[in-house]
């Protein structure tokens, strides 16, 4: 709410300065619609208001005699005529500048539009389009003055909410000021693949009764097949929903009965296959238990469409509607849909500071409208249900105002005068007459404070919040890369250890699926261990965390600098992706990491390696409780220099000159 308010608040110079260019547009604009149209929109109108026709009446005079037309009087045929002017007109700078702010807001503009192209001359009785040309000012005012000058608000709430969010950063302090936006990008991306860990992968069955069926099921519901199968059936039964219509004749009726029987037994065979195959470990899935409680519902719908022929106590219909709430699957691999969602939840808290602010503006002027134009008899727009009696009908009409709908007609409603009320009404001061200036200035007002600030900051926030959701930077990373390697990893480590051997990391990076499978398309085991660096952990630690008993362990010292623990083969699930993404170039680099990430004068002084640390430890407390004691690249090197020893042996002994063939780190061992 504050970031919102200051943002308001700091935009108020900007909106000063649009507002400026606004009116040196709309100015010109004026003098022009002042000297096209001031003065002619008066018109002859019956009792009931209505234009009387141009070949009925013709002028001022035809419609109202020698009289000075202030009162009605009797016109051709004993019919009662009378000359007035449009409550929208040019007459002076002030009403041109209603007039513009009416057609720049699309209410009642037409009304406007028609009566300038209508015009025939001063004092004459308005023709139908007599004046065509009045239709390119309208049109040249609308690009200009409504599509450029007025949007410049919106452009000026979203450059001042943007970038004050950018500097206040997420938890509110100045944390990102001293960042760029590639760093932040970074940022968020370490951010990513912190919020993910591995899983385990679902066991075969296990050896008994009916294991050739069960491990059939196994597969099924393994297979990205049977998935897309099912999506496909969600989305014809959507369609068979859609088919649905009044007056269904018996026919049409059986038919729809029939697919949703066929429907509902897919669903259900398929949770049955799930189930057979995955065991209970069908359950550890949210979206299987999602699938399982719609798939329960269905079935119940099938049961009480055909068990009675009464009306049953619940609406089958009711229960046919909720297995639409299986589409939601689909976000699972529709990323530009599950962007948006993300994007609408994201921008949830912010709308609603929002929405507070709007209604903090709606509950001012609903109770300045309601002390204003609380008498004003029932004309026009205003009736039993649209009015300023109470606070509550107050309030409901503000909210609908605030949409800037139908606005021009309430002003013209609270613009009533003598002889349609009563100026003398039970001795107040306007009688039930209303006050065309404070009609004006308080429907203006607030259609400009409410409509094209306030409900306009709604599109700042969501666009703020999709471009931070949906920010396809470079050095980005996609959540489901993410996901897509922890899948791959999987078939690496089964039981979730966090840990692969370093043997097999050639392996993991030749076999890994899109987007990861180019990174070392050409290179050779030993060129990828020295490219990635990845830290290795010893085997005794790693084996004493995880309750496996171990072997005595030994080293050999390369050089002075760097010793090699040679049961140091254990690579840890976060080391890895970090590494792989690095290769992506997706994340920091050593030297950005230990850049500060809090900026000067912060209260703690925390580097961001050490913020980095602290999420470490909640999320992956194994690995933080582990010491690196070599890499990938020192065992790189010990590959090279076992070559070296057995080419120089090999010239030696046998006289050979050739290099002898590259070890790999099987020889190694």
Known sequence: MRIVVDALCLSIPAFFNVFAISMIFWLIFALMGYGFFGGLFYKCVDADGERVDYDVVGNRTACCGSSNCTE?????????????????????VFNAYLALFQVATFEGWQEVMQDAVDITGRNRQPQREHQFYAYWYFFIFIVIGSFLTLNLFIGVIIDNFTRLKGQMGNDGSESHLFLTDEQLVRIRSIKKVLRSRPMKSVPLPPDG????????????????K?????????????????TDHYGENEQEEKIQLIFNVIFSCTFVLEATIKLLGLRRYYFQSYWNNFDLIITILGAID??????????????????????LARLVRLLKHAKGIRDLLITMIVSLPALFNVGVLLFMIIFVYAIIGMVLFRYVIYNGAL?????????????????????????????????????????????L???????????????????????LIIVNMYIAVI???????????????????????????????????QFIDVTRIPNFFRTIPSPFDKLFLYSKDLDILDTLDIPLYCNRDVDDLNGIPHADTTSLEVNSAAPIEFTATKAHCLDVIIATFKSKGSLFTDTELDAKAHGHGSATGDTWMEHLGEVLSERFPVRRSLQPVSSTKQWYKLCKAVNTVQTVWKRRTTGDFRPAAPANLEDVF
Not at 226 to 242: P, Q, T
Not at 431 to 441: E, Y
Request: hydrophobic letters at 40%.
């Open 72 to 92: 009605s009087a009797p016109g051709i045929d004993g019919d009662v005529f009378r000359w007035e002017n449009s409550e929208v007109n040019f007459d002076n």
């Open 209 to 224: 009764v009916l294991y050739e069926f069960r491990h059939l099921c196994y597969k099924l519901s393994q297979s990205i």
């Open 226 to 242: 049977f998935e897309l199968f099912i999506m496909v059936v969600i989305v014809a039964n959507l369609v068979l929903l859609c």
């Open 302 to 323: 099938v049961v009480l469409t055909l068990g009675t022929d009464e009306s049953p106590p619940v609406d089958p219909t009711f229960l046919r509607i909720l297995r």
């Open 383 to 427: 009736n039993p249900i649209v009015n300023f009696e109470t606070f509550g009908r107050s309030l409901q009409l503000m909210f609908r105002l605030c949409t800037a709908a139908g606005w021009n007609d309430i002003t013209d409603a609270l613009s009533v005068q003598p002889p349609y009320c009563n100026a003398t009404y039970d001795g």
């Open 429 to 451: 001061p306007n009688g039930n007459c209303g006050d065309p200036v404070a009609a004006k200035w308080f429907m203006s007002t607030y259609v400009g404070i409410a409509f």
């Open 463 to 497: 666009l703020e919040s999709l471009e931070e959701t949906t920010d396809e930077d470079e050095h980005a990373i996609d959540p489901q890369d993410i996901e897509v390697f922890y899948q791959h990893w999987q078939r690496f480590d089964p039981t979730a250890t």
